[in-house]
């Protein structure tokens, strides 16, 4: 078994419970599945700061450029950011995944008030404590964004692309999309949308991103046993994580 299959299979038994949580179960109409996408947008928006930093360090982002060590890493990266960044809507219109998942919220007619607000704080104040604080994010959201950022802040190229990897969308199990699938085809206009965008969010992620951040992990550790440790360890306080944040979720679904 090499290292990267070692990892996989030592993190899948917390995998399997995110993959298996009880919320899907109750995500059955449009009013569950608006007031879910109302707190998991946060986890979309805070995946793009892990995208970034990875590209800000393993990739030369500023002036004098310069080229980077780590060639593989680097390409694997800028190629990610590109379709997580500046994909294309149902029109071929260029759009972050995230803004995608912003319209969707709108159509489908979830609350966006409090991810604007957010997003406007973080422009004014460049620091997403701040704006939590400033928001009154609920402790339900904040725990995982402060995971994320502390993350970001170890400076840890293996360290931020094994969360990166392990807290994605693909982790959205088949059922929820057969359940967004059934209702789309009762009311289109409202749930096409999300529809579009995790279809094309897991295609990505599956077929192109997944074996990409894996390789990725794989380059960044290399034969360094405490590197692969630590990747195993976050890998799996990732899917902790999420499970929390799926935990509340659910909650505020009662």
Same mark, same amino acid.
């Given at each position: 078994?090499?290292?990267?299959?070692?990892?996989?299979?030592?993190?899948?038994?917390?995998?399997?419970?995110?993959?298996?949580?009880?919320?899907?179960?109750?995500?059955?109409?449009i009013?569950?599945?608006?007031?879910?996408?109302?707190?998991?947008?946060?986890a979309?928006?805070?995946?793009?700061?892990?995208?970034?930093?990875?590209?800000?360090?393993?990739?030369?982002?500023?002036?004098?450029?310069?080229?980077?060590?780590?060639?593989?890493?680097?390409?694997?990266?800028n190629e990610?950011?590109?379709g997580?960044?500046?994909?294309?809507?149902?029109?071929n219109?260029?759009?972050?995944?995230f803004?995608?998942?912003v319209e969707?919220?709108?159509?489908?007619?979830?609350?966006?008030?409090?991810?604007?607000?957010?997003?406007?704080?973080?422009?004014? =104040? !460049?620091?997403? /404590? %701040? &704006?939590? +604080?400033?928001?009154?994010?609920?402790?339900?959201?904040?725990?995982?964004?402060?995971?994320?950022?502390?993350?970001?802040?170890?400076?840890?190229?293996?360290?931020?692309?094994?969360?990166?990897?392990?807290?994605?969308?693909?982790?959205?199990?088949?059922?929820?999309?057969?359940?967004?699938k059934?209702?789309?085809?009762?009311?289109?206009?409202?749930?096409?949308?999300?529809?579009?965008?995790?279809?094309?969010?897991?295609?990505?992620?599956?077929?192109?991103?997944?074996?990409?951040?894996?390789?990725?992990?794989?380059?960044?550790?290399?034969?360094?046993?405490?590197?692969?440790?630590?990747a =195993? !360890?976050?890998? /799996? %306080? &990732?899917? +902790?994580?999420?499970?929390k944040?799926?935990d509340?979720?659910?909650?505020?679904?009662?």
């Amino acid at each position: 078994m090499n290292k990267i299959d070692n990892l996989l299979s030592e993190i899948s038994e917390t995998r399997n419970k995110l993959l298996n949580h009880t919320i899907y179960n109750k995500l059955n109409d449009i009013n569950s599945i608006s007031k879910f996408m109302e707190i998991h947008v946060f986890a979309v928006w805070d995946f793009m700061s892990l995208t970034k930093s990875l590209q800000k360090i393993l990739t030369c982002v500023e002036t004098p450029w310069y080229p980077t060590n780590d060639k593989i890493s680097r390409r694997l990266i800028n190629e990610i950011v590109l379709g997580e960044e500046s994909d294309i809507d149902q029109n071929n219109n260029p759009v972050s995944h995230f803004e995608l998942y912003v319209e969707s919220m709108k159509k489908i007619g979830s609350d966006t008030n409090k991810i604007n607000e957010f997003l406007n704080e973080i422009i004014e =104040t !460049k620091s997403h /404590k %701040k &704006a939590v +604080e400033k928001c009154l994010i609920p402790t339900g959201i904040s725990d995982f964004l402060n995971f994320t950022f502390d993350t970001i802040d170890s400076n840890k190229p293996h360290i931020i692309a094994s969360v990166f990897t392990f807290g994605r969308e693909d982790l959205i199990p088949d059922m929820f999309i057969n359940i967004v699938k059934t209702l789309n085809k009762k009311n289109e206009t409202k749930i096409g949308d999300l529809l579009y965008y995790l279809e094309r969010h897991i295609e990505m992620d599956g077929d192109e991103h997944g074996p990409m951040a894996l390789q990725m992990i794989s380059e960044l550790c290399k034969d360094d046993e405490n590197k692969w440790k630590e990747a =195993t !360890k976050m890998s /799996k %306080k &990732a899917l +902790e994580m999420r499970i929390k944040l799926w935990d509340y979720i659910e909650t505020s679904l009662n």
